[in-house]
């Protein structure tokens, strides 16, 4: 009896053995006008965790495939990429997108896919569950390397929460958190390419236009510097004179609070927080933000916080590892020709 059940034991573990050495992971490499997304490389990252082969999947029209391509091939670990071009892939509607990883995943024998927690992953990534009928499992922060077991923040990064993709999913689906896995590095790579055929879309679908801030600062999503401003700024006009040159001072992005988004000071492009952008930066300065809970979910994983608020019983004191009770209208411009001082 007991050599019997040694011997299943051994079966069921050289069993999951050869499951996790036949599953294969595939990373949606999001790009734009021949630049990779940088947050897609934190998204490698995740995927090569689970220790298998790890390939990535470019999309786009011709031009913007071959644009990305040559970058593409040099990410570390990758041994093989996929590309799709199409003119009905140029701006990654997921009414096109979905579809066509729905026909790669099982042509591929691909058993995860993995795409950062950006806006365009989180719009072809739930339309591509519902076609492929397997579960979403969004905005992961940890995964065991098992491949069905994921962590991934809840009630605005409160509480973790642990899961178990369900064994009738024949994919697993993931959108992964940026700012919780290191970027893959880029230089040593050399994957072989494969072109997939493109497939037919949603024709009822169609791009019209967009409407872009651009900014000479770096991006906020991938900035190693960012100063936030909150309501306390009371105008749009305050919101750039006081943090306008502190950022340029720091060579930082800006960003803002909802409560100053709301209140019309900063571009919705700007939020920080749970319903905003999740960022983790070397430096985050919050100068008049009170530390909302909803806030604090977009920034509090920043390696060092400075905050700035006259009320000393701000909540954005409990996690900033340099406080300064002070007005922020004589703080703020002080900070900064201190700071450009000493570059002088």
Same mark, same amino acid.
């Given at each position: 009896?007991?050599?019997?059940?040694?011997?299943?034991?051994?079966?069921?573990?050289?069993?999951?053995?050869?499951?996790?050495?036949?599953?294969?992971?595939?990373?949606?490499?999001? !790009?734009?006008?021949? /630049?990779?997304?940088?947050?897609? +490389? $934190?998204? %490698?990252?995740?995927?090569?965790?689970?220790?298998?082969?790890?390939?990535?999947?470019? %999309?786009?029209? *011709?031009?913007?495939?071959?644009? #990305?391509?040559?970058?593409?091939?040099?990410?570390?670990?990758?041994?093989?990429?996929?590309?799709?071009?199409?003119?009905?892939?140029? !701006?990654?509607?997921?009414?096109?997108?979905?579809?066509? +990883?729905?026909?790669?995943?099982?042509?591929?024998?691909?058993?995860?896919?993995?795409?950062?927690?950006?806006?365009?992953?989180? $719009?072809?990534?739930?339309?591509?569950?519902? =076609?492929?009928?397997?579960?979403?499992?969004?905005? &992961? #922060?940890?995964?065991?390397?098992?491949?069905?077991?994921?962590?991934?923040? &809840?009630?605005?990064?409160?509480? &973790?929460?642990? @899961?178990?993709?369900?064994?009738?999913?024949?994919?697993?689906?993931?959108?992964?958190?940026?700012?919780?896995?290191? /970027?893959?590095?880029?230089?040593?790579?050399?994957?072989?390419?494969?072109?997939?055929?493109?497939?037919?879309?949603?024709?009822?679908?169609?791009?019209?236009?967009?409407?872009?801030?651009?900014?000479?600062?770096?991006?906020?999503?991938?900035?190693?510097?960012? %100063?936030?401003?909150?309501?306390?700024?009371?105008?749009?006009? $305050?919101?750039? *004179?006081?943090?306008?040159?502190?950022?340029?001072? =720091?060579?930082?992005?800006?960003?803002?609070?909802?409560?100053? #988004?709301?209140?019309?000071?900063?571009? $919705?492009? =700007?939020? #920080?927080?749970?319903?905003?952008?999740?960022?983790?930066?070397?430096?985050?300065?919050?100068?008049?933000?009170?530390?909302?809970?909803?806030?604090?979910?977009?920034?509090?994983?920043? *390696?060092?916080?400075?905050? @700035?608020? *006259?009320?000393?019983?701000?909540?954005?004191?409990?996690?900033?590892?340099?406080?300064?009770?002070?007005? +922020?209208?004589?703080? %703020?411009?002080?900070?900064?020709?201190?700071?450009?001082?000493? /570059?002088?």
């Amino acid at each position: 009896m007991l050599v019997r059940a040694a011997l299943r034991t051994s079966r069921l573990s050289s069993l999951a053995a050869t499951q996790r050495r036949l599953a294969s992971s595939l990373v949606f490499l999001e !790009h734009k006008n021949g /630049k990779l997304n940088d947050s897609s +490389l $934190n998204a %490698v990252t995740a995927a090569q965790s689970l220790g298998s082969d790890t390939a990535g999947i470019v %999309v786009g029209s *011709k031009s913007d495939v071959d644009g #990305v391509l040559e970058e593409v091939k040099k990410i570390d670990g990758l041994t093989k990429v996929y590309t799709a071009a199409s003119d009905a892939y140029s !701006h990654s509607l997921a009414e096109n997108v979905a579809p066509l +990883l729905a026909s790669v995943l099982p042509a591929k024998n691909i058993s995860h896919i993995f795409a950062a927690h950006t806006a365009v992953g989180k $719009n072809v990534f739930p339309r591509l569950a519902g =076609l492929l009928d397997s579960s979403m499992i969004a905005d &992961i #922060v940890a995964l065991e390397s098992s491949g069905d077991v994921f962590t991934r923040p &809840i009630y605005a990064g409160n509480a &973790i929460l642990k @899961i178990k993709s369900s064994p009738k999913d024949k994919f697993k689906i993931v959108t992964v958190r940026t700012t919780a896995f290191d /970027k893959a590095k880029t230089g040593g790579g050399s994957a072989s390419v494969e072109e997939v055929e493109a497939t037919a879309g949603d024709a009822s679908t169609k791009y019209v236009s967009e409407e872009l801030t651009i900014s000479s600062r770096p991006d906020l999503s991938s900035a190693a510097r960012v %100063v936030s401003g909150g309501r306390a700024l009371k105008s749009q006009e $305050n919101f750039n *004179k006081i943090l306008d040159p502190l950022a340029d001072a =720091l060579g930082a992005a800006v960003g803002a609070s909802r409560a100053a #988004v709301d209140a019309g000071y900063a571009d $919705n492009s =700007l939020q #920080v927080g749970q319903t905003g952008k999740v960022v983790a930066p070397e430096l985050y300065v919050a100068a008049g933000i009170s530390g909302a809970i909803q806030h604090l979910a977009g920034m509090k994983e920043s *390696k060092m916080i400075v905050a @700035i608020n *006259k009320d000393a019983d701000a909540p954005i004191f409990q996690v900033a590892d340099v406080g300064l009770v002070a007005d +922020l209208f004589e703080a %703020v411009p002080e900070l900064t020709k201190k700071i450009e001082g000493a /570059k002088a």
